[in-house]
Nanobody, 122 residues
């Protein structure tokens, strides 16, 4: 699976962005998909994930109520809608795909995109 993330950029606090991740290669429709982020000087952390059919969604407490993950299997794409952005959301955001394991955990992902930078100014 090859993953291409896009949609990052510079936004003011309180603003919104939508990240997209397009998958190609091995069957996207069978994979769970996740978004993770790495803030400057910090470890990569879980943000949100969605099961292969969209029936199960997981969201980190730090973004709950502000970020929404979704997927369109017909377009091989997963999205992360980010609203009410805060400076603390500044990070490189990575999408990932996996086929087994506990969905919210990093170890269940086998394929990673290159990352897209989100910068939130105060």
């Amino acid at each position: 699976v090859q993953l291409q993330a896009s949609g990052g950029g510079l936004v003011q606090a309180g603003g919104s962005l939508r990240l997209s991740c397009v998958a190609s290669g091995r069957s996207f429709n069978n994979s769970h998909m996740g978004w993770f982020r790495r803030a400057p000087g910090k470890e990569r952390k879980f943000v949100a994930a969605i099961s292969w059919d969209g029936g199960s969604i997981y969201t980190a407490d730090s973004v709950k109520g502000r970020f929404t993950i979704s997927r369109d299997n017909a377009k091989n794409t997963v999205y992360l809608q980010m609203n009410s952005l805060e400076p603390e959301d500044t990070a490189v955001y990575y999408c990932a795909a996996g086929f087994k394991g506990h969905i919210p955990t990093m170890r269940s992902y086998d394929y990673w995109g290159q990352g897209t930078l989100v910068t939130v100014s105060s």
